[in-house]
């Protein structure tokens, strides 16, 4: 079956860095990337969808320049939190949907998702 | 856009007992509604999912029910085992044109416990 290898698993950072999250597809190609987050206690919250080769699509609320998405090829998209304070520690999780060699679509494939602490 | 509210936000049987989850929709046009099963700090994991054009679905111990005039559909769990201790999301979506899959909108979510 479909994998989406996500990396890191955890990661803290200091207030006002910058931090890169990974996601890979493996044995497919994931023409869409969804990013969600998820507080303590909470749903999935869906912060932006990504289509390789174009420009990502926020969700009202979140901020594009906050939170960078780049889905450059059709097997990787990162997420990268700029500036981060301390209300951005949470759970970041993605989902890939795409096709294999096969043509068999695979609809929506999680990352193992990365617990983000900002100190 | 999509709205989905879930409940209860907790449930707690025992074991053997059955357990229910309800979730309502927004959006007629949403026809892909898919059940999470999460443990803590994991993925979220696909146990059932229902498309608009069937009622029901049913694989084992768990069914799923859909009733589009109502916009609302459940999870149903039967012989319920503490490995099914879990919280539990429901999500409705929309199909973006032929077989593709659109965004997910995902309820609140269920803590369900189940005792021995």
């Known amino acids: 079956g479909a994998v989406v290898s996500q990396h890191p698993s955890r990661v803290i950072c200091k207030s006002g860095t910058s931090v890169k999250i990974e996601c890979r597809s493996l044995d497919f190609q994931a023409t869409t990337m969804f990013w969600y987050r998820q507080f303590p206690k909470q749903s999935l919250m869906l912060m932006a969808t990504s289509n390789e080769g174009s420009k990502a699509t926020y969700e009202q609320g979140v901020e594009k320049d906050k939170f960078l998405i780049n889905h450059a090829s059709l097997t990787l998209s990162t997420l990268t939190v700029t500036s981060a304070h301390p209300e951005d520690s949470s759970f970041y999780i993605c989902?890939?949907?795409?096709?294999?060699?096969?043509?068999?679509?695979?609809?929506?494939?999680f990352g193992s998702g990365t617990r983000l602490t900002v100190v | 856009g999509e709205n989905v509210e879930q409940h209860p936000s907790t449930l707690s049987v025992q074991e053997g007992d059955s357990a229910v989850i309800k979730c309502t929709y927004s959006?007629?046009?949403?026809?892909?509604f898919p059940w999470y099963k999460q443990e803590l700090g994991k993925r979220p994991q696909l146990i059932i999912d229902?498309?608009?054009?069937?009622g029901e679905k049913k694989d084992q111990r768990i069914a799923v029910t859909l009733n589009k005039t109502a916009k609302h559909f459940s999870l149903h769990i039967t012989e319920t085992q503490p490995e099914d201790s879990a919280v539990y999301f429901c999500?409705?979506?929309?199909?973006?044109?032929?077989?593709?899959?659109?965004?997910?909108?995902f309820g609140q979510g269920t803590i369900l416990t189940v005792h021995p």
């Open positions: 999500a409705a979506g929309r199909f973006a044109g032929g077989t593709s899959y659109g965004k997910l909108t």
């Open positions: 989902s890939a949907r795409g096709r294999d060699t096969s043509r068999f679509l695979y609809g929506y494939t």
């Open positions: 229902i498309r608009s054009n069937v």
């Open positions: 959006d007629s046009a949403s026809n892909y």
